[in-house]
């Protein structure tokens, strides 16, 4: 038996080969100008693409089919995308609006616990490549849930109304988004499963027909994703690429309140003498910094100190909390990693009670740092290093199955 034999071996072929011209052509958006030229970099940008594409047939093909879902990971220690914060796990399962489906599971102990039914994608060069886009329709908050003693809980999604653990859907469904925010490193996610409630029989094998559909959304996947990464937030986000090293004022949008959070991100270009101070008030609710590289990716947050909250950060006796972003380590407690990059984006995000802060910046020569801050900013050493490393490699590894 050869090539040509089966009646479904050209289309096959053509859709592979057709896949095949569009990944290689994605990587070549690895050497697009918004990205640094040293090898570190080009190399992340080769690594986001190669992370998701490890991700690409498993929303394309091996979730896809609504009708026998799946949770699937969305962004992690080893696959990222799309602007992730290094202390969130992502989850998303495709769903439709005609079927009725039971999530089941442990609540956990995060801080922030959210899930969200998303509806179609708009129409328009604004919205951002597949599988964002999607319009928020209805969504449940940790709090609004009602959990069993034993932190176990069921939500039901779609068919008629259930009252308390029910979420909508409409005949624009198309997936579950769910969130889980954390804070202390002792916190545990909640572990969750989805299944459609009426399954009766075995989900189909896939077709040729079904593979030539997933090879096609895979190409258009791993092409925007290299086309619309770092241009999209820097057109429609609000990212400020002309004037690096500053925050934009944080402003919630309509969209923002659905999801429960508030975002601003700081474009930033930093040389090899200099030091970047970013500073606000300790305030109330949950927020969370992450530092993310040129294409919009969390930085190495599993080994790295490149992401800080609340409880992990130390405050200054004026009631500030300063952060001190350098390629090397500048010896305080809240040092935000850049892993040698020389350009890269901080987004902060603000969730839960109390108001968002506003951040400043400043940059310093390297060599003056210490002057900058005030006497009892939190100084630690090597040792001192190497155990918030080691804790932090711990609590992350517990987040997800490493």
């Avoid at 008629?160 to 979420?167: I, M, Q, T």
């Avoid at 300790?282 to 992401?307: C, K, Q």
């Amino acid at each position: 038996m050869a090539f040509g034999d089966g009646p479904e071996d050209k289309a096959l072929d053509d859709a592979w080969s057709e896949f095949c011209d569009r990944l290689k052509a994605a990587g070549r958006q690895s050497f697009k100008d918004f990205n640094a030229t040293s090898g570190a970099q080009r190399t992340d940008a080769f690594r986001f693409l190669t992370q998701n594409l490890g991700q690409a047939f498993d929303l394309a093909l091996e979730t896809r089919d609504s009708r026998y879902p799946s949770i699937h990971a969305f962004c992690g220690p080893t696959r990222k995308l799309g602007g992730d914060c290094a202390d969130f796990t992502y989850q998303q399962a495709w769903i439709d609006g005609e079927s009725i489906y039971r999530v089941t599971g442990t609540r956990g102990t995060a801080r922030f616990f959210n899930v969200t039914v998303q509806g179609a994608r708009p129409a328009g060069p604004h919205v951002l490549h597949e599988p964002f886009g999607d319009v928020p329709e209805a969504n449940v908050f940790g709090h609004q849930l009602h959990v069993e003693p034993d932190g176990t809980f069921e939500l039901y999604i779609g068919g008629p109304e259930r009252g308390l653990n029910w979420l909508p859907t409409t005949p624009a469904t198309r997936k579950l988004f769910i969130r889980q925010g954390f804070d202390s490193w002792d916190e545990r996610p909640g572990v969750l499963r989805i299944e459609r409630v009426d399954m009766a029989a075995p989900r189909p094998v896939p077709t040729a027909t079904a593979m030539v559909d997933a090879m096609g959304w895979a190409g258009d996947f791993v092409t925007g994703l290299m086309t619309s990464w770092p241009e999209f937030p820097f057109t429609y986000g609000g990212v400020d690429n002309e004037h690096p090293n500053r925050f934009p004022e944080t402003e919630a949008t309509e969209a923002d309140a659905k999801r429960g959070r508030v975002a601003a991100n700081m474009y930033w270009e930093l040389g090899p003498d200099e030091a970047l101070i970013v500073e606000f008030d300790a305030h109330e609710g949950l927020w969370m910094i992450t530092n993310m590289g040129t294409f919009f990716t969390s930085m190495d947050f599993l080994y790295r100190p490149v992401s800080y909250t609340p409880s992990r950060a130390s405050v200054d006796d004026d009631g500030k909390i300063r952060l001190v972003l350098a390629h090397d380590d500048p010896g305080v407690q809240n040092w935000v990693d850049t892993q040698g990059f020389e350009r890269g984006n901080l987004t902060y995000r603000h969730m839960l009670g109390g108001e968002p802060a506003v951040l400043s910046t400043r940059v310093v020569a390297r060599t003056e740092l210490g002057d900058a801050l005030p006497p009892e900013t939190k100084r630690i050493n090597a040792y001192e290093r190497t155990a918030q490393m080691w804790e932090r490699f711990t609590a992350v590894r517990a987040r997800f199955p490493l």
